[in-house]
């Protein structure tokens, strides 16, 4: 699995050869990347900074992170295969929407929302 594309195909092989497409409505997963996030999520909660640095030092813990990003991949790779969501494009419209929103002169340094950007 190389490629994005590649990798979106492998995952519809997956589903299909065990006939979840009946379960995978937008809703569902939605819910799904949801869920996994918080997964993620739920690894980091109430760590310090020291904490979470020792964290992704130690390769149990980075494993226990690894599979979690997979999850969320899977479930963001699967919505955009069953409704035919360009990921690549769709980030890099995203990119240049960002990129607007958030001038380097004004934001560069800066941990705020667009709009309190002075």
């Given at each position: 699995?190389?490629?994005?594309?590649?990798?979106?195909?492998?995952?519809?092989?997956?589903?299909?050869?065990r006939?979840?497409?009946q379960?995978?409505?937008?809703?569902?997963?939605?819910?799904?990347?949801?869920?996994?996030?918080?997964?993620?999520?739920?690894?980091?909660?109430?760590?310090?900074?020291?904490?979470?640095?020792?964290?992704?030092?130690?390769?149990?813990?980075?494993?226990?992170?690894?599979?979690?990003?997979?999850?969320?991949?899977?479930?963001?790779?699967?919505?955009?295969?069953?409704?035919?969501?360009?990921?690549?494009?769709?980030?890099?419209?995203?990119?240049?929407?960002?990129?607007?929103?958030?001038?380097?002169?004004?934001?560069?340094?800066?941990?705020?929302?667009?709009?309190?950007?002075?």
């Amino acid at each position: 699995m190389d490629s994005l594309k590649n990798t979106t195909q492998a995952v519809k092989e997956f589903c299909e050869a065990r006939d979840w497409d009946q379960f995978h409505s937008p809703k569902e997963l939605a819910i799904g990347i949801s869920n996994e996030a918080n997964e993620l999520l739920s690894l980091f909660r109430f760590k310090s900074k020291e904490e979470m640095e020792k964290m992704l030092k130690d390769d149990a813990k980075r494993q226990q992170i690894s599979q979690e990003l997979a999850d969320v991949l899977y479930f963001l790779l699967r919505f955009s295969q069953m409704y035919d969501f360009d990921l690549l494009e769709a980030i890099k419209e995203k990119m240049e929407i960002n990129n607007r929103k958030y001038p380097v002169e004004k934001s560069k340094g800066k941990n705020v929302k667009y709009n309190e950007l002075y």
